[in-house]
């Protein structure tokens, strides 16, 4: 499902170039759920957003779906973006003054009756246990409501690939856990997940985690940090 080849991200900064990335190259299966660990700065959200096609890699060849990514103009790559990929963040970036419903549809083609978007996104919400949650604003939930509404927003157009950044940094341990629960169903309805996390508990449900130290893949088989205490 991706596929990294030496892929390399430099970011141009004041104070001189800054390797993000440093020749990682990764595979990725088709319904797996991937863990990314690693301290902060190591180059774990710059991964996600070149997996995502949010960013273009310096050097290396990413393959998405079957599709090298690295090189498509800004037309296609949103295409390709909106039709196999969901992003969940932190911050949930949910749109303060749009109620629930419309905070999922926000990305839904503009006849959203004739698609059944509207349909879908009150599925979702009503599966995401959210259904009496439907006309209130971002503000007035819960942040674990928020980013329960933030994956039904990112689940909408049934994406193949999940990309989340951290989803569960700002939730308390109970919502945590919910938004697990959610990342589990998806994994087991068949979908692949990019999970960057700092939560152990998160790094558990995964089939595989993987390790980041300042740009480059640890492949070392060092137990988590935490643990060893080393
Ligand atoms: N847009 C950017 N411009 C310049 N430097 C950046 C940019 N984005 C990230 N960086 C730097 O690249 C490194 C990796 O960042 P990031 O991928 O956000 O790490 P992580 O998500 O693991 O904390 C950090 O040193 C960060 O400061
Ligand atoms: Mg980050």
Redesign the pocket.
Known sequence: MIRLENVSKV?H?AKGD?H?LKEVTLDIAAGEFVAVC??????????LSLIGGLAKPTAGRIEVAGQEISHLPPGPLAHFRGSHIGFVFQMFHLLPYLDVLHNVLVCAPTQVAETGARERAEQLLVQFGLQDRLTHRPGQLSAGERQRVAMARALLHEPALLLA?EPTGNLDPQSAEALLDLLGDFRGAGGTILL?THDARAGERADRVVR?RS?QLDLTDAPPQGISGS
């Open positions: 970011y900064t800054l993000a690693g301290p902060s700065g190591c180059g774990k959200s710059t991964l950044d960057v980041l740009g």
